[in-house]
């Protein structure tokens, strides 16, 4: 845990509001010509011009969201830039300004708000993102990360979850279920800590997964690739709760339906090992593992050509007629009922 | 407190976070042609056209920014939304759309959400503004809610904190300190209320800083009023934190001095008569208090003939050179240095 580390302590209540903001937003660049005012008057000021505006939100809590005991704070920080960042480019918008609100128990030095900060930073620089406000308080409890995303894109671009239709391509970028696998090898070094706080763990077999839980990315790669492609999806969301539960929401807002391969569904070795080492079925943790931050969309099949030689992009089944209802075409050829059963921080 | 209360109780774990995102949300209407797509996608989209677009953003935490032993939740779910529409009307613009986020824990019942989002509703419906996103998670302790707010603005009312101008008059709308003692007075009865449950409060002499504090209203109506008396601000801001502390934001930002006179000051007779009941210097309350949710401005001289006569506006001071200080003019005409006492909440 941050706290216990033997480091430089700085109280957060040494400082006031105006100069901890200050003293945590004063290294952020303004690079888009799109932001006017950043940080430091009553709200920032855009200028979109004839680009349309995207605005997505998210909100990270501590003990539902994220764990601190394996969740370097640095990385937090990146993670919630992503996860919002990931909601922009499903709508094949470029992404351009987040907001970023914390609060924050006085447990935490100041320290502790230089290293989420740090996170953001390196996210922002990376993904072109300008911060232009956000808010900082404290909390009696915990840490909690709020972040607002905006983007643009022109009127011909923007893709919306509802524009499938029958026959089109189901797509989906990367591979799925690594984060949700890495996290389970999170869990269970955390508990062998508690047992045997010396223990040495080889986490070096987990590299790939842990590296997905821990430092996802958000696929502004893949809006440039389908741009540079020429290819427009038909419609597209990010898979932050499992394949099935975002397929699920793809047809429902499309009125369609849709087969999905289970030979498809694109795994890394890692996972596919990892989940023989846990003796968990990947395509369970595929369908519903989440975190993924992959992007799923369906493409006309007339795309078909342009995307096939890409690495980068599986094609996992087709979409049918609403009535032909949502399945899952198993390895051995038969069909599921595809359920949604991703999200499930209420019943913690 | 809201769970001690005998109603009906819906658990939040009987719902998933899309039926209860769709539950709570499915009454909001669209009114603005600039929200282009609400809630139901990764994110909404808006189309401002030819005008800037203003964003910020505002946390509120339990046991920071409110207590629900007297802080109802309707109200909680309206004040959330005023907080920021203020910071978007001291931009000189007009409010459009807001997202909001809440971290709940599972001690509060569905029933509890909907009246947050009834206040959230309810604002919404008075100021014309478009819910189109947001985000409820679960939180392992208390409930916090943040809400970022959009607005639109033309190139050339946009004002900011940075345009006063040596010998522009310093304007504040409405009057100051109610929300501060209409927070003493809460928390004095729910001391009372410790030691006797069953007391009855006389709050009848109370309650406009009561309403002040509960249920305050961001100042539309000022953008309005200074738009029909052709008056533009050479800057502003919003009274969230004090007087003083905003003065200093206005004049540092501006790299200007100012004189403000203490007896211009405006205050309501009830926060002069609880002053006195508490025994508490009433300008010490203006000048600290914050919450108020007025807006502070400067206008140049020429356009006083405009203002003078109209109720809702207080001439309290003016603009001096930066190398002059900033400066309150007490009754008995001694100059005082501005301080800022506002934002304390690090050190609680």
Known sequence: ?????????????????????EHLTKQFKINHKSTIKGIGDDAAVLDFKDKKVVVTTDLLVEGVHFDLSYMPLKHLGYKAVMVNLS????MNAEATQITVSIAVSNRFPLEALEEIYAGIETAANLYNIDVVGGDTTSSTKGLLISVTALGEVSNTDVVYRSGAKPNDLLVVSGDLGAAYMGLQVLEREKEVYKVNPNSQPDLEPY????????????????????????????SMIDISDGLSSEIIHLCTNSKVGCDLYENKIPLDPQ???????????????????GEDYELLFTISQEDFPKIKANPNLSVIGYITEVSAGMHLVTRAETKIELKAQGWKNFNA
């Open 271 to 289: 996972v596919i090992s990892t989940c023989e080492e846990f003796n968990i079925d990947s395509t369970t943790v595929a369908l519903n593992g």
């Open 207 to 234: 590299t790939y997964i842990i590296e997905r839980q821990l430092k996802p990315e958000a696929r502004k790669d893949i809006v440039k690739l389908l741009k540079d492609l020429e290819v427009k999806p038909t």
């Open 1 to 21: 845990m941050i706290e216990d580390k033997n480091q430089s302590r700085t109280d957060l209540s040494n400082l006031g509001e105006f100069a901890l903001i």
């Open 87 to 90: 909601d922009v480019y499903a």
